[in-house]
């Protein structure tokens, strides 16, 4: 079965770090770029970072600097370290799996997605 899981969501108070990890199944992570997003309450959900097979990364501008994606490659997995978090960072955070080897920007031109796991980050 194609499936993302999202883990590591949680609250934290600002200036702390986060770790969310997203286990994919083989299918959809072998030869597949991947990403993450977010969606905060009534706005959009926006891209956050993305990693292509051939680990190319991407970071929104906002997060720049701040957040890490990695992809574990034993694990089937895509990690986000979030350091140095702001309330403004508070979101549900979703992984996501393109089909196709390049990295992602937009929304559609990912193909699976996960559940999404929340991120509330106090001042």
């Known amino acids: 079965q194609d499936q993302l899981v999202e883990s590591g969501g949680g609250l934290v108070q600002a200036g702390d770090s986060l770790r969310l990890s997203c286990k994919a199944s083989?299918?959809?992570?072998?030869?597949?770029?991947m990403g993450w997003f977010r969606q905060a309450p009534g706005k959009e959900r926006e891209f956050v970072a993305t990693?292509?097979?051939?680990?190319?990364?991407v970071y929104g501008e906002s997060v720049k600097d701040r957040f890490l994606i990695s992809r574990d490659r034993a694990q089937n997995s895509v990690n986000l370290q979030m350091n140095r978090l702001k309330p403004e960072d508070t979101a549900v955070y979703y992984c996501?799996?393109?089909?196709?080897?390049?990295?992602?920007?937009?929304?559609?031109?990912?193909?699976?997605w996960g559940q999404g796991t929340q991120v509330t980050v106090s001042s």
């Open positions: 996501a799996a393109r089909q196709g080897a390049g990295p992602g920007t937009v929304l559609n031109e990912y193909e699976y």
């Open positions: 990693i292509s097979w051939r680990n190319i990364i």
């Open positions: 083989a299918r959809i992570f072998y030869g597949n770029g």
